[in-house]
């Protein structure tokens, strides 16, 4: 028996959470399902690069089924996927993406709000996804903070609020506009990952590169609908189960190896690259309001246990290995 | 039904307050889009004068989009401003009224079904986003409600839908086919029968996903060509197709609701009101005429010349707006006078009108530049710079054939003397004077882009109010003027937005097919290279302009071709410069030419019928085929200064 099922991705499958759907779930789902001696098989269909539907829909085409299986940007749903933003609230914690996913897929397994946020969508997360440790990319040379007093940043979202107390001014864009913005002159600086700036040539006109390590962020990941979901014979929820976790392990491992390539790329190509010093890092992140303690009291406000995910995220990261640059859940 | 009097029966109570409630929305979004712009100056002045740039303005402006076009979708439908080919439409309505107006209310009965649909699958949407309080932003930075702008977009599609319900019941009884109605409202309903039975069929036929792709094509080119709106025919063939693709109507209705919300919700597409506004008010103060007919003092000694002119102007004015539809309103009202009272003839005069508009969108700024740029991924600002020269070279070429045409082709031209300077002659005072309000709103635009105070998106909105300054500072603009230009604008604005929603339905219809990624697999494989490609693709945009809007062929066509050229090694700021150029011939092919229409409305002279524009194009269009051409030819020519 065969399953029509649509795979979809709202941008290009050159991005690492979308690049692996098309290169590891699709092919090793039949590949997988026929070594196991199943009679079932999946045809595929496969629309990446924003052309079923755009990023800011991303959860949305899950949920109503536009695409079956699709990576979902839950950085974007502020308002109706908070708890999976927690790490945009806490910087500082962790650079190490691989550990960041492994610790995200055993928590949605052990605290059942996890989960329920995304059937409350109508959909399963299947595999977490995430992006390399932000650094900050500048037109000008940055030795201290505060050099950074009145420049004009590009942070969008929830990365805002990491400037807050540099003195620099937070701009609104995203990674297609930056280049522009930074070329003109509309903004000084970016916050940003290097493995999506390399691709768009940011470097080109920010060419000052001070690695911060602001930390990795879990930024979504693989879903599938729901009623796609329960209408599937269990040996293929198992294998997509099964999938969603070699889907994270290989994301991770592709936007880690992206990153050391970029890193090295960049100043062949004339970057200067500098790490932040110790002082002035600790300066920096001293200098951070409570954003995690705001962040609670807010969708806390609404109804969603963001102080117990704090506590057993931070938990989590501490059981691991992991000392947190600060420790937003003991607020001070 | 009334058999004595052909006069359709007066409205009632109810229909006049439901007029007067369409009315009123209309001005709501009128008045929102007008607000818009000055939000958009707030930020580039905070930003730049204070370090406090406005953070949500970007998301506010995006969701107002949406918010605006189904504010004055009513209003649209209302006044039969939805685009549509009417060609064929004319010609059944001369010879057979009954079948033709048969036509006209079946298309109403559609329009009615797919606004419907998107209410459908918009409420339940809504009353979830009330419910839970949801915003967009970042608490503790800034966040907006999102339930109030879901309510617009519920009940603009309502009111839309109820009024097409109403042209549906009331057009059937027309002055033209005298108590014919019942005939007409049952041949409606035939039709419409025969859509949904044969969608039935499709469905109960188990139709592979490609077949389906392609009936799609031909029904909407089918729909389309018989006079029903460009967008609702898009709407409801992708949501056929999605149902049928998806074996689930629920699905298909919330595609249709999630397409209708959030297509046009995003900061680029602020700039087709923005340059649309900005283009009135050079229209309205005057500023265009002043400089044109400076212009024409320079040239106007050569035979030909003011044609020259008509070309050197529409390329000055291409630099500080980004539509062609802009430019084509204009030089109507400007160029089209001047020339026929100096003996050229009307057809030339308007042909050449239309065909100049073209630079309009290839010179930067440009509005389809940026709409490749977004789908592409590529730097907008290099597809900008990549423009000009092409841009310059076009510009060349029509005035190169205006003067062989005048010399060549008097008949076309029309029996134009070399002298036509009339007595004042030019002093450079004089000149300097009539051109600079023009140089000083492109040194604005151009200067506030590359000098690093506003993004191209932004340019818009500073264009705009600098040229509702200079028209206030000309004294030319008055309060019913402003309306009427405000007015105007949110008209445009609503067309093409509902225009580019249905597009992108149907692409992502198209999308599931399968269809674009087999043809693109299948161009790749063909080994046809990279030449044989572009042959191929020419042919294809000249095909689709006939009948499609520029945007809409982006959108459907560039997911097919981008990975094609990637792979076949070409350029992509390159490859957008041909495909904005070759894309524009359709503005001026028939049946669908948006240049030709803009400049038949606006010149509003029965004299000159939409046949004559297209003829008197048509030399301009062979002439931009060629310039397009040579730029597929040589790369270099568009990638010289990057
Ligand atoms: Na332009
Ligand atoms: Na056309």
Known sequence: ESFRLTAGGPQSASLPWIGVIQTLVIPESNRRLAAAGSEHEIVWREAFGGSLYKWQNSLEAVEIGLTDIGWVGALWETSKMPLQNVTYYTPFVTDDLLLLLDLFNDLHESMPALAQAWHEQNQILLGASGVDTYHLMTTFPVTTIDDLEGRKILAPGPSATWLEGTGAVAVNGGLSTYYTQLSTGVADGVLTILSGAYPYRIHEVAPYITLVGIGAQFNGGLAINKETWERLPPDVQATFAELGRDYSRTMGETVVARYEQALAAVQEEGATVVTLADDEKRRWINGLPDIAGRWVAAAERRGHPAGELLRAYMAAVRERGVEPLRDWDRAE | MDRTTPTPAPQTRVEDVFAAL????????????????????????????FARPI???????????VGCVFLQLAYAVQTHRLTHADVLLDYI??????????????????GCFVLSVIAIGAAPDFWRAFRTSEFTGVEGIYTLPIAPIKFVVVLGAVIAAVESLRQFLRRSASPAVPGQSARVLLAAIVLLGLLSLATALMQAAELGDQVIGVLTIVTVLVLIAFGVPIAVALLLIGYAG????????????????????GTVAEYVFATVPLFVLMGLFVSVSEIGRDSFRAAQQVFGRIRGGLGVATVAANAVFAAITGISIASAAIFAKIAVPEMVARGYTARFAVGLTAGSSVLGMLIPPSLLLIIYGVIAEVSIGALFIAAILPGI?????????????AWLWPEFVGEISADAGDGDSATVRGFLWAVFPVLLLILLVLGGIYGGIFTPTEAGAAGALAAMCLALIKRRLSWPGLWDVIRETGQVTVTILFLIISASTFSRMLTLTGLPADMAGYLGGSGLGLAGFLAGYLLLLIVLGTVLDSTSILLILLPLALPVVGELGGNLIWFGIVTVIGVEIGLLTPPLGLSVYVIKSTLDDDTISLGAIFSGAFPFVLITLAVTVLLMAFPSLSLIFL
């Open chain 2, 242 to 261: 999605l149902a049928l693709l998806k074996r689930d109507f629920g699905i298909a209705t919330d595609t249709l609701s999630l397409a209708a919300q």
């Open chain 2, 393 to 405: 070279i076009l510009a060349a070429a029509l005035a190169i054939g205006v003067l062989l045409m």
């Open chain 2, 93 to 110: 309505r001369q010879r057979r009224p009954v079948a033709g107006l048969a036509l006209q209310v079946a298309a109403a009965g559609m």
């Open chain 2, 55 to 65: 953070q949500a303005v970007p998301e506010i402006v995006a969701f107002s989009l």
């Open chain 2, 22 to 49: 369409i009315r009123w929305m209309n001005g709501a979004g009128v008045a929102w889009i007008f607000a818009l712009m000055f939000l958009i100056c707030a930020d580039i002045a905070g930003r730049t004068l």
